[in-house]
């Protein structure tokens, strides 16, 4: 007897015991059942074989069953059309894409990845990570510890032949952010060559995308930040030292349209003033003693179409003040020494930790140069702010250290993470990566504790003050001559009184959290069930 196989969609008014009906209906007709998927607003599809001579009378039991409103063809399981789309998008990828599931058993693989280790994809589904990637792959790693990587050199024999990729990969993670599988990119070293040669000439600028963060502050500065980019406006960076503000002097740069051109930074405060107008605007043959013969290049005209980064530009003195001015005025410099003015085409970006409006005050500071300046402020936040970040950065430093000192890679505990994050960080993470490295060079364990910490670095457990007391009080009001409300519904009135009352002096589910003895992940939970919304601008996890 013949078996065709076909796929049935049935729409059905949900009711116990359905499933087991059809089931019976399924076994009566002696139907071989090869997959079913089941979804309340899809409706129930299954797979089965089934031969031509009693496909009508299936289809006639399966109407007659209590709840079956209709019956239709599908050329498609649900799962197999997911399957498809999930195929197109990893084929319309410009990397090769190889995914694994939790036992390290290879799921997906995109043509460009089959391109690369000359295999087919039947040929790859279901093989163990490390029979495709040769021994050790990084990609295992991810699925052992949770932790990504970042364009690893692999040299890889498949079939007589030597494979040389870079290769990137992040863990996937549950809805409990439990590791379930890890998914790795892989490009060709052929493929990769050419931007090897523009990372050297650009002498390692770094992108947003390199920029570790996951506080809603920072995703809300960094989107504002992408956005000016792409003009021409001098920018300002305000912030703490340590913040980062070279880091994102250069984001800024490679996110805009000079990105092909240089970016030079200087640091204002580190030169004395003759030498500071030297470097800026050049000079002619014999300005001054010992001056080059041709005279020399000021950054600016070598960044010309590119970036210039003034850091610490609340150190210049009056005289650069002025020279400065008159670029932004009027686009052109005049070298030390000379009388030919020289057009050039540069973006500025400065950057500053000290008070400028206050230096205008007292006379230190332009006010005409510093409207110039502040055409596009942005603050860059403490660490201390920012108490979500420190976890990935702390990570992050501690893999970038051992790989320095040459030392195996030590976990941070979760009383590590934890004592890490109530510091103050005057020093940002400058001084938390200052504090990592000691530790790291004193220590041969696995595992970095909070009495590593105390034992090499000045970090204590500080002293917390006493959270505010409320002299208001929450009064619930249940009217008694209505039907009287369940316990629930009194609870959650309560619960949502108290949530409204502590986050509208509290901008911080953390800082709620810690207010009320429960954690950030449980206030985050109660104001979603209870629909409380508070703007991501002024919120912060």
Same mark, same amino acid.
């Given at each position: 007897?013949?078996?065709?196989?076909?796929?049935?969609?049935?729409?059905?008014?949900?009711?116990?015991?359905?499933?087991?009906?059809?089931?019976?209906?399924?076994?009566?007709?002696?139907?071989?059942?090869?997959?079913?998927?089941?979804?309340?607003?899809?409706?129930?599809?299954?797979?089965?074989?089934?031969?031509?001579?009693?496909?009508?009378?299936?289809?006639?039991?399966?109407?007659?069953?209590?709840?079956?409103?209709?019956?239709?063809?599908?050329?498609?399981?649900?799962?197999?059309?997911?399957?498809?789309?999930?195929?197109? @998008? $990893?084929?319309?990828? %410009?990397? &090769?894409?190889?995914?694994?599931?939790?036992?390290? =058993? #290879? +799921?997906?693989?995109? /043509? !460009?990845?089959?391109?690369?280790?000359?295999?087919?994809?039947?040929?790859?589904?279901?093989?163990?990570?490390?029979?495709?990637?040769?021994?050790?792959?990084? @990609? $295992?790693?991810?699925? %052992?510890? &949770?932790?990504?990587?970042?364009?690893?050199?692999? =040299? #890889? +024999?498949?079939?007589? /032949? !030597?494979?040389?990729?870079?290769?990137?990969?992040?863990?996937?993670?549950?809805?409990?952010?439990?590791?379930?599988?890890?998914?790795?990119?892989?490009?060709?070293?052929?493929?990769?060559?050419?931007?090897?040669?523009?990372?050297?000439?650009?002498?390692?600028?770094?992108?947003?995308?390199?920029?570790?963060?996951?506080?809603?502050?920072?995703?809300?500065?960094?989107?504002?930040?992408?956005?000016?980019?792409?003009?021409?406006?001098?920018?300002?960076?305000?912030?703490?030292?340590?913040?980062?503000?070279?880091?994102?002097?250069?984001?800024?740069?490679?996110?805009?349209?000079?990105?092909?051109?240089?970016?030079?930074?200087?640091?204002?405060?580190?030169?004395?003033?003759?030498?500071?107008?030297?470097?800026?605007?050049?000079?002619?043959?014999?300005?001054?003693?010992?001056?080059?013969?041709?005279?020399?290049?000021?950054?600016?005209?070598?960044?010309?179409?590119?970036?210039?980064?003034?850091?610490?530009?609340?150190?210049?003195?009056?005289?650069?003040?002025?020279?400065?001015?008159?670029?932004?005025?009027?686009?052109?410099?005049?070298?030390?020494?000379?009388?030919?003015?020289?057009?050039?085409?540069?973006?500025?970006?400065?950057?500053?930790?000290?008070?400028?409006?206050?230096?205008?005050?007292?006379?230190?500071?332009?006010?005409?140069?510093?409207?110039?300046?502040?055409?596009?402020?942005?603050?860059?936040?403490?660490?201390?702010?920012?108490?979500?970040?420190?976890?990935?950065?702390?990570?992050?430093?501690?893999?970038?250290?051992?790989?320095?000192?040459?030392?195996?890679?030590?976990?941070?505990?979760?009383?590590?993470?934890?004592?890490?994050?109530?510091?103050?960080?005057?020093?940002?993470?400058?001084?938390?990566?200052?504090?990592?490295?000691?530790?790291?060079?004193?220590?041969?364990?696995?595992?970095?504790?909070?009495?590593?910490?105390?034992?090499?670095?000045?970090?204590?457990?500080?002293?917390?003050?006493?959270?505010?007391?409320?002299?208001?009080?929450?009064?619930?009001?249940?009217?008694?001559?209505?039907?009287?409300?369940?316990?629930?519904?009194?609870?959650?009135?309560?619960?949502?009184?108290?949530?409204?009352?502590?986050?509208?002096?509290?901008?911080?589910?953390?800082?709620?959290?810690?207010?009320?003895?429960?954690?950030?992940?449980?206030?985050?939970?109660?104001?979603?069930?209870?629909?409380?919304?508070?703007?991501?601008?002024?919120?912060?996890?």
């Amino acid at each position: 007897m013949n078996l065709n196989e076909i796929i049935i969609k049935i729409d059905f008014e949900d009711r116990a015991g359905l499933g087991y009906e059809i089931f019976e209906v399924c076994e009566k007709n002696d139907i071989d059942k090869v997959s079913m998927e089941v979804s309340p607003d899809q409706g129930m599809f299954i797979k089965l074989r089934v031969s031509e001579e009693r496909k009508s009378m299936f289809l006639q039991d399966l109407k007659g069953v209590n709840g079956v409103i209709e019956i239709s063809f599908r050329s498609h399981m649900p799962y197999e059309s997911r399957e498809h789309n999930l195929n197109t @998008i $990893l084929n319309a990828i %410009s990397e &090769g894409v190889v995914a694994i599931d939790d036992n390290g =058993k #290879i +799921k997906h693989i995109n /043509k !460009l990845a089959c391109q690369i280790f000359d295999c087919t994809r039947e040929e790859a589904l279901g093989l163990r990570a490390d029979e495709l990637f040769d021994m050790n792959p990084p @990609i $295992l790693d991810t699925l %052992s510890t &949770g932790r990504p990587y970042r364009l690893i050199e692999r =040299k #890889i +024999k498949r079939n007589q /032949k !030597l494979i040389r990729i870079l290769t990137s990969s992040d863990p996937i993670l549950d809805p409990k952010g439990s590791v379930i599988g890890a998914v790795a990119t892989i490009k060709d070293f052929k493929d990769v060559e050419e931007i090897i040669s523009k990372v050297d000439i650009k002498s390692g600028l770094t992108t947003f995308d390199d920029i570790i963060y996951q506080s809603s502050k920072m995703r809300y500065l960094i989107e504002t930040a992408r956005t000016v980019a792409r003009g021409n406006s001098t920018i300002i960076l305000r912030g703490e030292s340590g913040t980062g503000k070279e880091l994102f002097a250069r984001s800024i740069h490679m996110e805009g349209n000079r990105a092909n051109a240089p970016f030079i930074a200087i640091n204002c405060g580190a030169l004395p003033d003759t030498l500071l107008e030297s470097e800026l605007f050049g000079y002619v043959e014999g300005a001054f003693t010992g001056a080059l013969k041709g005279g020399k290049k000021g950054i600016f005209e070598q960044a010309d179409n590119g970036t210039i980064f003034l850091d610490e530009i609340g150190e210049i003195s009056p005289s650069v003040q002025v020279r400065l001015l008159r670029v932004l005025q009027e686009g052109a410099i005049r070298r030390v020494g000379g009388t030919n003015e020289i057009q050039v085409n540069v973006r500025i970006i400065t950057a500053t930790h000290r008070n400028l409006e206050d230096m205008i005050k007292k006379d230190l500071f332009r006010e005409d140069l510093y409207y110039r300046l502040n055409v596009i402020p942005l603050t860059l936040f403490p660490l201390r702010e920012r108490v979500d970040d420190i976890q990935p950065i702390a990570q992050h430093l501690v893999r970038k250290i051992s790989g320095k000192l040459r030392k195996r890679e030590a976990r941070l505990t979760k009383e590590s993470i934890e004592l890490l994050k109530v510091q103050e960080w005057p020093g940002n993470v400058r001084q938390l990566e200052n504090v990592l490295e000691r530790v790291i060079n004193m220590i041969d364990e696995q595992e970095i504790t909070p009495q590593h910490f105390y034992a090499w670095t000045d970090l204590t457990i500080p002293i917390v003050k006493a959270e505010k007391k409320y002299d208001e009080e929450l009064n619930l009001k249940i009217p008694l001559d209505k039907q009287f409300p369940s316990l629930k519904e009194i609870v959650a009135q309560v619960e949502q009184q108290v949530l409204l009352h502590v986050l509208k002096e509290h901008k911080s589910s953390r800082k709620a959290g810690r207010v009320l003895g429960v954690s950030n992940t449980t206030i985050l939970n109660k104001m979603n069930a209870l629909g409380i919304k508070i703007s991501d601008k002024f919120f912060y996890q």
